[in-house]
């Protein structure tokens, strides 16, 4: 026998293992033939595919290599070195030979769905739609660069496209699990959520262990504030994958929904146990403590929202170091900057008088629309538009970091009020605007931005206030933006004052604030302006608070002049406002 026929049979008995799913096997032939012949060609290029099937991709990069040195044209062999590339995180050199493999096959549609994958690593979206597209040309009934296509469209949140493309890539393989699971995410986000329950039925009859379906149905009820069906979700999810971190964070939140916050923290604890640099399990459990009053843990785990990964992009990367309380200030400059909401600003930035006392020369950066408030603090700041080329100075602080660098506890809240004030002269012209006071003067915020993702519980229609709106007050819309549900209601309710189009920003609304009695607020950033002045103001909130609110309290150590009306059970606002009522009638004779 030739040493040619020796090869190919070991070749031939390689492939056998190979196939069979006996990989140490297969690995001895194929390094058997290159010791026989070492620029074996079929040898080098299916040890290359074994050893990246078993994740071994450097030492398959390197026969991959070998064969292309033998075959340099061989479309497959590139299209290999592209996967492996990839798994190794090499994506521009993935590119590379993915592009060279549609060079030497141009009708490669494989080379093309694997390019887009590729393509949205290195975020060039637009790029990979383009690469998927290319795939389906080639092969109409493609259905994985339908579902891929579909990924980045959800990523874009351009849902019904992606709805679209799901449905094309189930339509063309009816077993397409992943497809299905993530058909139901789009539905969830379009708010179409019986359907994306079917769908997750769908999913689990096809596939009764696919532990992601009970998941992302766990999500869905939760969506749908259905949290112990939600917590039945999980736990089976749990039970097909116990290292399932992310069900244990979810679960949290569940148990967090209805109050049963020693089974939250459990659930939290064990999701980082099982994944110690999961940030979103740390940053839950973190508003969890502080809404506990354990504020010493609660405002140390706070940090992790930085290491969350929809928060990665928007940490500041100064040169100069993070100040967290450690280092003395004495004669050195102190940035403060906004992060997170206007009302988180405006409720936190108070702490700026504690920095003053520590010797610290203070920056504050402001955007415009709270430039005018913040200008009214007493003291010298100084205070810079966002945008605006900064100043130098030697530490950064987040503002809502800085309850962390004072150590703060309850106790220990600085409460001293008024903070903010009002514009003199928007007072004056707000006064002549509203002209002589005739009743008692309530300032409604009923509904907050649609965008956040609490808005379902924490917002108003304006037209369960029918029953406070019909007492004699004089009401006036302290709101800036009125939402789609809430147009005709505001009409029809004629008694109430609109000012959205003379509001150009805080300064504005804090002079309304000014002029009113009272002011009856949902949880919004009027909210905190209102208790940063001082203001009489009444806050709704829902049956779990945001964090900065606790629990079973009606007044608030944040802001002295503010009393708490609480639902006593999910979506329960009735009561909340009939409560509100009997208060509003006790103002009637003043």
């Known amino acids: 026998m030739s040493k040619l026929d020796s090869t190919d049979n070991l070749v031939q008995k390689g492939a056998a293992y190979h196939h069979q799913g006996n990989f140490d096997q297969a690995e001895e032939v194929y390094k058997k033939i290159l010791k026989i012949e070492q620029n074996n060609f079929d040898a080098l290029q299916l040890l ?26 061989d479309a497959r062999i590139q299209f290999n070195k592209g996967i492996v ?34 393509l949205k690593e290195l975020k060039r979206l637009d790029e990979a739609l383009e690469s998927y597209d290319r795939a389906i040309k080639i092969e109409s009934s493609y259905s ?3 579902y891929n296509r579909g990924i980045i469209l959800q990523e874009l949140k351009r849902f019904d496209e992606a709805l679209s493309h799901y449905n094309k890539a189930i339509a063309i393989n009816p077993n397409y699990i992943d497809a299905f699971n993530n058909r139901g995410v789009v539905l969830k986000e379009l708010k179409r959520f019986d359907q994306a329950l079917d769908n997750y039925n769908q999913v689990i009859a096809l596939k009764p262990d696919y532990a992601k379906a009970y998941y992302n149905q766990g999500k869905t009820f939760q969506e749908l504030n259905r949290f112990n069906e939600a917590l039945v979700s999980y736990n089976k999810a749990i039970k097909i994958k116990p290292d399932y971190a992310e069900a244990f964070n979810n679960l949290g939140n569940s148990f967090q929904e209805i109050k049963k916050f020693d089974s939250a ?81 405006i409720q936190f930035i108070r702490y700026i008088f504690l920095v003053e006392r520590l010797g610290a020369k203070v920056i504050i950066e402001v955007p415009l629309t709270l430039m005018n408030i913040i ?21 950064h602080c987040p503002v809502m970091s800085l309850p962390l660098a004072f150590k703060t506890t309850i106790k220990s809240i600085p409460a001293k009020l008024p903070y903010i004030y009002v514009d003199e002269k928007k007072k004056i012209l707000w006064n002549k605007k509203l002209g002589k006071k005739e009743k008692t003067r309530v300032g409604l915020v009923w509904s907050g931005n649609p965008e956040h993702k609490n808005d379902s519980n924490r917002s108003i229609l304006l037209k369960k206030f029918e029953n406070i ?39 504005d609304t804090a002079a309304l604030i000014d002029a009113m009695d009272i002011i009856i607020s949902v949880d919004t950033s009027v909210a905190h302006l209102a208790g940063a002045m001082g203001k009489n103001v009444w806050v709704l909130l829902p049956y779990l608070p945001d964090f900065r609110w606790m629990l079973d309290r009606k007044d608030s150590p944040w802001y002295p002049s503010a009393k708490l009306y609480r639902q006593n059970m999910k979506n329960n606002w009735h009561d909340v406002l009939e409560e509100l009522k009997i208060d509003l009638l006790k103002f009637i004779d003043k």
Do not use: M
Request: aromatic fraction near 14%; hydrophobic fraction near 40%.
């Open 48 to 73: 290359g595919s074994l050893l990246a099937q078993v994740e071994k991709y450097l030492e398959a990069l390197k026969f991959l290599n070998k064969a292309l040195k033998v075959k340099p044209n």
């Open 85 to 118: 590339l990839k798994e190794l995180k090499r994506f521009d050199e993935a590119l590379e030979s993915y592009d060279r493999a549609i060079q030497i096959e141009e009708g490669y549609a494989d080379a093309y769905n694997n390019r887009g994958i590729v």
């Open 144 to 146: 994985q660069a339908y």
């Open 265 to 345: 923290l459990v659930n939290y604890d064990y999701a980082i146990a099982l994944k110690p640099d999961y940030a979103d399990a740390y940053f839950n459990k973190s508003l969890l403590l502080i809404l506990l009053g354990e504020y010493k843990q609660g405002w140390q785990l706070y940090e992790w929202r930085w290491k969350q990964e929809f928060k990665i992009n928007t940490i500041r990367l100064y040169k100069q170091p993070l100040w967290l309380g450690n280092e003395s200030l004495t004669n050195k400059t102190l940035l403060i900057y906004i992060e997170q909401g206007f009302g988180d600003f």
């Open 375 to 395: 200008k009214t603090l007493k003291g010298k700041f100084n205070i810079i538009q966002s945008g605006e080329l900064l100043p130098n100075f030697d530490y």
């Open 469 to 507: 709106i019909s007492l004699p007050f004089e009401f006036h819309c302290l709101q800036k933006e009125i939402q789609e549900t809430d147009i005709q209601t505001i009409i029809d309710f004629s008694q109430i004052h609109q000012h959205q189009k003379e509001i150009a920003d805080f300064s």
